[in-house]
């Protein structure tokens, strides 16, 4: 608000109120979770679409009337940034997890612990063994209007690894049976070898 009484100031003439204008673009509210359709929405005086984080970290769906486009904005700012807040919890304790493992194996490569090294460097490199493997494909759009999601996209793909081998072990199957491999399109104004990716 305060930005908004300077500006008005500065273009204040002979006694009259100043004005402003605010200009959204599409690429920026898109992040937010805002469609031009909400927009349009509040506008009109319509109800536009609430979103709340539930504890289990989805988002709910909801009519709600706003009073001003920055309760709009602010709403699906909060909202936003709650969850990434919640991703990167997850991201920086696996990240936790991995280096403990390093200063592990750091240790044993100081003590010259052998055997321990060699479990830790198969562990950590082991590939999928046998002839039967089941491979599970993952496309993701990386596009520039998507590149918000890709953060949480490495907690999902964690999730996904924990679940399969959660129910592979369920089942007594080995879980070095499973490939998971990730696709990934990118910006359209990549070059023709860069605009698909994926992993080995």
Known sequence: MSEEVQIKGRTA????????????LDKDVEKYQI???DIENFRNGKPVRALALTTTENITESSK?????????????????KTKYEANKIYVEEARKRH???LKLLSSIKSGKIDAI???LI???KGVEGSSVSRTICLMDAT???????????????????RASTILNENN????????????????????????????
């Open 13 to 24: 003439r002979q006694g009259d109120y100043g004005s402003y204008s605010m200009i959204l």
């Open 35 to 37: 469609e031009c359709i």
């Open 65 to 81: 009337k706003y009073d001003s486009v920055y309760d709009l904005l602010d709403d699906r700012r909060t909202i936003f940034f």
């Open 100 to 102: 403990k493992i390093g």
């Open 118 to 120: 060699r479990r830790i």
């Open 123 to 125: 562990e950590e490199n």
């Open 144 to 162: 520039g209007s998507m590149s918000h999601l890709l953060q949480k996209s490495k907690n999902t793909a964690d999730i996904m690894f924990k």
């Open 173 to 200: 199957i080995d879980s070095d049976l499973f490939q998971i491999q990730f696709v990934v399109y990118r910006n359209y104004c990549c070059r023709e070898d860069k605009i698909l990716q994926h992993s080995p």
